[in-house]
């Protein structure tokens, strides 16, 4: 008989009781499901259109990835991949 062991969730980062402005650029992460389960991402987005819009995450659950935050600009990356 095996037992199914529940995957735990990936550490809190602490971004979803901050404020945006509080975390440096670097270490913002819109991947991490915290900001979508308290319906707190909306002030990340905004700074990251207003500061960052082509944003790199170095660090997240899912690995490295690019955020890119401007309709104009993932119109572009869509049509010219």
Known sequence: MSETVAA???PSKGQAGAD????PLERIDVADSEL????TLWGYFE??????????????EFGPYWSVTRYDDVVHVEKHP
């Open 8 to 10: 735990s969730p990936p």
């Open 47 to 60: 700074r990251l259109r207003r500061e960052d819009p082509v944003h790199y995450c170095a660090q997240s």
């Open 20 to 23: 945006s402005h509080s975390i």
């Open 36 to 39: 979508f389960e308290t319906d």
